[in-house]
């Protein structure tokens, strides 16, 4: 923990090279839960004769330093984050013996001990909480590392690489040492010890070699990994076809871990993940669980690639891995399931959370400028908007131009710490191509407008599209970015018209059949059309080609069409989620006029003609039936009216599930028996979308509980699978029936010893719109299973609660605002990174009417009066307030 005075900020323009360099480093590892015995040996080199060696150490007890074997402790001059000595030699050893106490080590970075096993987390700056270190990420260097534990409580001794030695020692202890043959940062370092089991299963490369496949559990979680498994099987044979990228270690392992404070961790060879990414079987876990442990299984190995062989050379390129390998692991999903509802969740995440991250006081570019704490920049600016630059020059080169881009990538920088730059050139000359404008979506913060106006000259058959690029935040200082635009024409019958650009425009316009590629380079830009025969309905921006605004103002006529006749899924549930959102947008109007709500027929038609579709993806028309989601609705908007969203959200869905419930019924009973007939659980694309479109029916339904709360009720003791159960208990969250509480009991008392589906159940509730939401949530944070040291827990309370409650954060009283604040406080003493996530929602305080606005303000205020607090949370506390 730190004070809050003058926090140091970081800034990329500082950045210099190193003055050592580590030849090779052999640490050995002492463990014991309160008294671990670190002793690390270096061969370093002097790179700039003269300079004073400083390495970085945080919550470390030195116990000794040996240069070249002599005792040097007394002349080493120990600060605030680190040690610094001065080293005549040019290559010399150095010896440093550390003490630390993982049982202490509630902030799970460093070397940590959770439920009764040792684990590590090293990025980005956790390997100076394990020993004195220039723990950088353009410091590579080869790792071998011993470790010594007791048997009894340390079956199990696991390191990066090839394990090379193993044996017995006095008092019941042994020992382990691994080998890592690839030079890597210190960021990338794990260990775990203690008594798990694993499964074991093995994968023959593309060239031809044996790698063994391990995930390691918790004992009683053995029978969960099989998913997890035949993941990494399918990932390492996708990387091979895909990008020709072939695993490189004799073994390859997994540990699941229940505390954990992100999703997974990439360590070279022995990846170590958050449990809820590893474990699943049918009754545990839903369709959206089995998905996210397929991705992020995926995202972890590819990483050993984009990441580990080729890393950054500092954290402000994070978005080098990080945005590079999301992008790889959602293709890989898109080939493993169905590409358009992978395009389409993607697009809603980036648009729930990431748009409004680009909205708020902590808006940075992709390459952030500057930090106070880097945990705080692993955002969804860094990793998804991230992946949707990478994907613009995917967009730009082809699947084609692409791969000779990643293959000139790993020839030049295998083994490298690089930048986003490397990563740009690389990709321009393999197609020798200029791609010096892509730098501007590096550096310029915020969510591009993109605003189309158009115009048809009849008598010369000509359309025209004047197209406008902004960026808010920018204005004077924007510099134009390259936007891909992906466009159709369609008739007034829905048909694809044929494209033919004018001789003005035709190098920055490719024609694909009958979609064009508009290349936008410029402030403003326009792109004509030639022989266009009718006034057409432009179909803008398909695939979502880039990740912008589009402000292009439809009729709701020309959305109805789109909805049903384009052929591309991301538009036709881009033109409905449109028609939805104006439907909310005029209600919303009149309930602050207090006139009387409704609904128009251009909506409801578009709205019934996707009920009664058979020929569509089933989970298309779940997507395309759901409304905008309560995030995205107040984003349109410069004050967010809280309660007029809520409250006319939740009437147009009630009003559609009163006037369509005998087809919403219908539905849900046909894909109800279609699925029963199948018989039990199956994680493919065909049932996972006739399960979406069910479930989406019943949430429909449920709005109308008198009449439906029985059906779901059935649902939920069906126990067919967990997707069915959960989502019938969710429905029935949030109802106000006599039944409800009984259904959360039963489902606590049939869960309460598996702790990721304990968190569904927490989730629940702190997501629940309940007229007594607070209270509950007030009653979560006292039950006997919530624990603040367990980072899923609190992020299934407060992160739900904070993000996804409406009703009970932003009460009207301010309560919610309080209470949010004091677990924010409370947490920050114990967990600052996720203290750091938790207090994310305050910082849009600025968004609200004028009396919620003074009540948050009022807590930030509150929690930036702290005596002491920590640099993740003044950071972001503080930016809010400026």
């Known amino acids: 923990m730190m004070s809050v005075v003058e926090p140091k900020v970081h800034y990329l323009t500082d950045y210099q090279p190193p003055g050592f360099e580590v030849e090779s480093v052999y640490l050995e590892f002492d463990l014991h839960p309160n008294h671990t015995l670190v002793t690390n040996r270096m061969v370093m080199r002097q790179l700039n004769p003269g300079e004073l060696l400083q390495l970085s150490g945080e919550e470390l007890t030195l116990v000794r330093v040996a240069l070249d074997g002599d005792d040097i402790t007394r002349r080493c001059k120990l600060y605030e984050g680190g040690l610094s000595l001065g080293v005549e030699q040019e290559r010399f050893e150095l010896e440093i013996v550390t003490q630390i106490s993982p049982q202490t080590n509630t902030s799970l970075e460093g070397l940590y001990r959770t439920s009764g096993n040792y684990c590590t987390q090293c990025e980005a700056e956790g390997f100076r909480k394990i020993t004195y ?253 991230g992946a949707e630059v990478v994907r613009l020059y995917h967009t730009l080169l082809g699947e084609e131009g692409f791969q000779k881009g990643m293959k000139l990538y790993f020839e030049r920088h295998d083994g490298q710490a690089v930048t986003v730059q490397d990563f740009r050139q690389a990709m321009a000359d393999a197609n020798d191509v200029d791609l010096s404008q892509m730098h501007h979506w590096y550096v310029q913060a915020g969510t591009p407008k993109l605003t189309v106006r158009t115009e048809y000259d009849s008598a010369n058959r000509r359309y025209s599209l004047y197209c406008v690029q902004s960026l808010p935040k920018m204005e004077s200082e924007f510099k134009p970015l390259l936007i891909p635009i992906k466009m159709g024409l369609l008739n007034a019958e829905g048909n694809a018209l044929p494209l033919l650009p004018s001789q003005a425009c035709a190098t920055s316009v490719q024609v694909n059949g009958r979609e064009a590629l508009l290349i936008m380079t410029q402030t403003e830009q326009t792109f004509t059309f030639e022989s266009v025969g009718e006034v057409p309905v432009p179909a803008l921006l398909r695939g979502f080609s880039a990740p912008v605004q589009l402000d292009y103002k439809y009729s709701d006529a020309e959305l109805s069409l789109l909805s049903q006749a384009d052929s591309d899924s991301f538009v036709r549930w881009e033109a409905m989620q449109t028609l939805s959102l104006n439907e909310i947008k005029r209600n919303i109007e009149r309930y602050e006029a207090e006139q009387p709500l409704m609904l128009s027929d251009a909506f409801l038609s578009a709205f019934v003609s996707l009920l009664d579709d058979k020929q569509t993806d089933p989970a298309l028309i779940a997507l395309a039936i759901t409304m905008p989601d309560l995030t995205y609705i107040g984003e349109q908007y410069q004050q967010i009216n809280v309660d007029a969203v809520y409250a006319v959200q939740r009437w147009v869905r009630g009003e559609l599930a009163k006037r369509f419930s005998n087809r919403l019924l219908a539905i849900y009973q046909a894909l109800a028996l279609r699925l029963q007939e199948k018989g039990s659980y199956a994680y493919v694309k065909e049932d996972i979308a006739e399960r979406m479109l069910k479930n989406t029916c019943l949430g429909y339904l449920l709005m109308l509980e008198a009449d439906f709360f029985e059906m779901a009720e059935g649902q939920f003791d069906a126990q067919h699978n967990m997707t069915d159960v959960l989502a019938a208990l969710q429905a029935i969250s949030h109802t106000t029936h006599e039944n409800r509480q009984a259904c959360l009991d039963r489902f606590y008392q049939r869960w309460s010893h598996d702790p990721l589906v304990l968190d569904k159940w927490f989730a629940l509730q702190a997501g629940s719109h309940h007229i007594h939401a607070l209270e509950h949530v007030e009653a979560l944070v006292e039950h006997p299973d919530f624990h603040y040291e367990n980072p899923n827990r609190v992020r299934s309370v407060l992160g739900v609660f904070g993000r996804l409650n409406l009703l009970g954060f932003h009460r009207a009283d301010g309560q919610g605002y309080r209470f949010l604040a004091d677990q924010v406080s409370k947490l920050d003493e114990i967990n600052p990174q996720v203290a750091a996530r938790i207090v994310a929602p305050f910082t849009h305080w600025k968004r609200y009417d004028e009396d919620r606005q003074q009540l948050m303000k009022q807590q930030l205020e509150r929690l930036l009066a702290k005596p002491v607090l920590s640099k993740d949370v003044y950071e972001i506390v503080s930016k809010s307030l400026a």
């Not at 990994?225 to 993941?231: I, K, L, Q, R």
């Not at 169905?338 to 940075?364: C, T, W, Y």
């Open 133 to 385: 270190f220039l723990d950088r990420p353009d410091v590579l260097t080869f790792y071998t590392t011993k470790i010594v534990a007791d048997k009894a409580d340390n079956r199990v001794l696991l390191s990066n690489g090839n394990l090379i030695e193993s044996g017995e020692l006095p008092n019941n202890r042994h020992y382990a040492i691994w080998e890592d043959p690839f030079r890597k940062p210190s960021y990338l370092f794990a260990l775990v010890a203690g008594n798990l089991d694993y499964i074991e299963d093995h994968y023959i490369t593309a060239d031809n070699r044996k790698v063994t496949l391990r995930i390691y559990v918790e004992p009683q979680n053995i029978d969960k990994c099989e998913h997890a498994m035949a993941s990494l099987k399918k990932s390492m044979r996708w990387d091979e076809e895909r990008f020709g990228l072939v695993y490189d270690l004799d073994i390859y392992m997994i540990v699941a871990v229940d505390d954990f404070n992100m999703g997974a961790m990439e360590n070279k060879g022995l990846n170590v993940f958050n449990s809820k990414y590893v474990l699943a079987m049918p009754e545990t876990a839903t369709d959206v669980d089995y998905e996210g442990i397929e991705a992020v299984i995926a995202h972890e190995y590819f990483h050993n690639w984009t990441g580990n062989r080729v890393t950054c050379r500092d954290w402000f390129q994070l978005t080098l891995k990080e945005g590079l390998t999301v992008f790889r692991d959602q293709e890989f999903t898109s080939d493993m399931l169905s590409p358009a509802v992978k395009r389409i969740e993607d697009v809603k995440r980036l648009r729930n959370h990431q748009f409004p991250e680009d909205a708020g006081p902590m808006s940075h570019p992709i390459q952030p400028q500057s930090y106070i704490e880097m945990n705080n920049f692993y955002t969804m600016t860094v990793y998804e908007k």
